[in-house]
């Protein structure tokens, strides 16, 4: 029968040390470890992946593609705004109505381009409202048995634009500040038709929604000068990081007036210095 050799004892002592040592250094690295992440925490706190940045949204309006439809326009924006970052949503014809306006300000729009009709409109006796409010027009035509509420309280009207004969609703900055359901969040608004800053009625109804910024013309303007006039504005506004002044000055003076009169202008002035990126953050 064999017999295994014994183990000294003093064996067994250098081995429990050898094993005392190693759980020592392992604990040592573990708390020196510990310590420099909690160090590295407290003085730089920026986490090492920071989330990403919420996502950013536009939509184009387009109610005058009833009459005037320009899809080349519905392109040049929407590649311009994408590649900006934002997801578009695009509305054109028969969908762009009174009640689509309603919900507007509670679907989280940073940029919003009217590609529409608008104007100061007469009352019944042809003349024009006080105020000289501005209307944007819908795509709905018109309906005497409809939004009776209110047509009786001013709040929408009967328009005609003149490249047709047919009638659609408008609505009026009563119905912006009325109306209209939720909020903007320092939306940028851009309305690429006639009036729009002929006064400020609309405008300052969008900012009392809470819109930061509107940029359209003061007088008439034809449907090919303005949407050329629109994508040189948003390549300067979006890709150019332009202020406000500084790409409205350039794009009018690229373009000129429109040979009816109107001319490229924002509101309100007190924005001039701000970018698009510092409005909507």
Same mark, same amino acid.
């Given at each position: 029968?064999?017999?295994?050799?014994?183990?000294?004892?003093?064996?067994?002592?250098?081995?429990?040390?050898?094993?005392?040592?190693?759980?020592?250094?392992?604990?040592?690295?573990?708390?020196?470890?510990?310590?420099?992440?909690?160090?590295?925490?407290?003085?730089?706190?920026?986490?090492?992946?920071?989330?990403?940045?919420?996502?950013?949204?536009?939509?184009?309006?387009?109610?005058?593609?009833?009459?005037?439809?320009?899809?080349?326009?519905?392109?040049?924006?929407?590649?311009?705004?994408?590649?900006?970052?934002?997801?578009?949503?695009?509305?054109?014809?028969?969908?762009?109505?009174?009640?689509?306006?309603?919900?507007?300000?509670?679907?989280?729009?940073?940029?919003?381009?009217?590609?529409?009709?608008?104007?100061?409109?007469?009352?019944?006796?042809?003349?024009?409202?006080?105020?000289?409010?501005?209307?944007?027009?819908?795509?709905?035509?018109?309906?005497?048995?409809?939004?009776?509420?209110?047509?009786?309280?001013?709040?929408?009207?009967?328009?005609?634009?003149?490249?047709?004969?047919?009638?659609?609703?408008?609505?009026?900055?009563?119905? *912006?500040? #009325? %109306?209209?359901?939720?909020?903007?969040? =320092?939306?940028?608004?851009? +309305?690429?038709?006639?009036?729009? /800053?002929?006064?400020?009625?609309?405008?300052?109804?969008?900012?009392?929604?809470?819109?930061?910024?509107?940029?359209?013309?003061?007088?008439?303007?034809?449907?090919?000068?303005?949407?050329?006039?629109?994508?040189?504005?948003?390549?300067?506004?979006?890709?150019?990081?332009?202020?406000?002044?500084?790409? *409205?000055? #350039? %794009?009018?003076?690229?373009?000129?007036? =429109?040979?009816?009169?109107? +001319?490229?202008?924002?509101?309100? /002035?007190?924005?001039?210095?701000?970018?698009?990126?510092?409005?909507?953050?």
């Amino acid at each position: 029968m064999l017999k295994l050799p014994k183990v000294k004892a003093k064996d067994k002592q250098k081995k429990q040390k050898l094993k005392d040592k190693i759980l020592l250094s392992l604990i040592v690295i573990f708390c020196v470890g510990f310590i420099v992440i909690g160090l590295g925490y407290v003085l730089n706190p920026t986490p090492i992946n920071p989330p990403e940045p919420p996502p950013l949204y536009a939509v184009v309006l387009d109610p005058l593609s009833v009459t005037q439809p320009n899809q080349t326009f519905i392109d040049g924006a929407s590649e311009i705004l994408e590649d900006a970052g934002f997801e578009v949503d695009v509305f054109s014809k028969a969908s762009v109505t009174v009640d689509f306006y309603k919900t507007l300000a509670t679907k989280g729009y940073d940029v919003i381009i009217f590609r529409t009709h608008s104007g100061i409109l007469m009352n019944a006796t042809g003349q024009p409202i006080p105020g000289d409010p501005v209307f944007l027009f819908t795509a709905e035509e018109y309906d005497p048995t409809k939004h009776n509420w209110l047509l009786l309280n001013d709040l929408v009207a009967p328009a005609n634009p003149w490249d047709t004969e047919t009638f659609y609703f408008a609505i009026s900055p009563s119905f *912006v500040r #009325e %109306t209209m359901q939720g909020s903007f969040n =320092d939306t940028v608004i851009i +309305i690429d038709g006639c009036h729009g /800053l002929y006064s400020t009625t609309m405008a300052d109804a969008f900012i009392s929604r809470g819109a930061s910024v509107i940029i359209s013309w003061d007088d008439k303007v034809t449907a090919p000068h303005m949407d050329a006039a629109t994508i040189l504005l948003l390549e300067k506004l979006l890709m150019n990081n332009e202020s406000v002044y500084q790409a *409205v000055e #350039e %794009t009018k003076n690229k373009v000129g007036p =429109d040979p009816t009169g109107g +001319i490229l202008t924002y509101y309100p /002035l007190s924005l001039s210095n701000s970018t698009i990126w510092d409005l909507i953050e």
